[in-house]
């Protein structure tokens, strides 16, 4: 079938309705656009697994703090859609923030420690953003399946939870991290990294597989990674750690002793980007 774009809420509805009537299985990739190949491999996994793919194509106003990007986040729909068709997705739900938000929204998914460590310090209202959103998705889609990036690890940590604690029927599928032929993660947010900043924000991946490294020869001790990894990010004039950290897997909460399934994470500033990367010791 013809990839379709969609603004709102009723033709999302109208056309999963039709799907379902044909007993069509239905598969939801949520994106903020500026879609790159991590995206596209979420649409491609998607496509697999399901009949019919939607993804949503939305920079979600409420999961940005006041002096965050929102404004300038990059937005290019034609060109998404051109990606979207060609890894196999069905329609793009591109609502406005008012179809989403509207006047009198006053109803929030909020979550307490999982958000509460991470990227959460520094971006205290982010997780009740995605949460909120994602919410809404899935009770706009109804979704079989969602697909999310372990690029951003807490937050597939916080749905899967969320989707636990709130009883959503819906199965949550982390696909892996898709990186630049440098080892830098792709996120739309390079966009903003001038010349200078593009090299060296190549710390964070170094940094990434020098950890996974230490894991993989044997290393326990928890400081003694993180310590290496924080010289060498460190080492880069551009870069301004904001926090690098191993934590429980399932609770998000710091660990000294790598004696159960954790995650590695780091968010650093290059420049006034702040870019995140992460590895799961499962998957080293
Ligand atoms: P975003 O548009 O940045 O909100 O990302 C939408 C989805 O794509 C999230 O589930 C992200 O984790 C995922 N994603 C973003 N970048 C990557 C990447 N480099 N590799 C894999 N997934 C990604």
Known sequence: MKMKIVKTIDEVRAQVKEWRKQGLTVGLVPTMGYLHEGHASLIEASHRDNDRTVVSDFVNPIQFGPTEDLESYPRDLERDAKVVEEHGGDLIFNPEPSEMYHQGFTSFVDMTVLTQELCGLSRPVHFRGVCTVVSKLFNIVKPDRAYFGKKDAQQLAVIRHMVDDLNMDIEIIGCPIVREADGLAKSSRNTYL?????????????????????????EKDCAVILDAMKAHINAEPLAKIDYVKMVDCATMQQITALDRPALCAMAVYIGKTRLIDNFFTEDV
Do not use: C, P, T
Request: hydrophobic fraction near 50%; avoid cysteine.
């Open 194 to 218: 001038n010349a200078d900043e593009r090299k060296a924000a190549l710390v964070l991946s170094q940094a990434i597989f020098k950890g996974m490294d230490m894991v993989r020869s044997g």
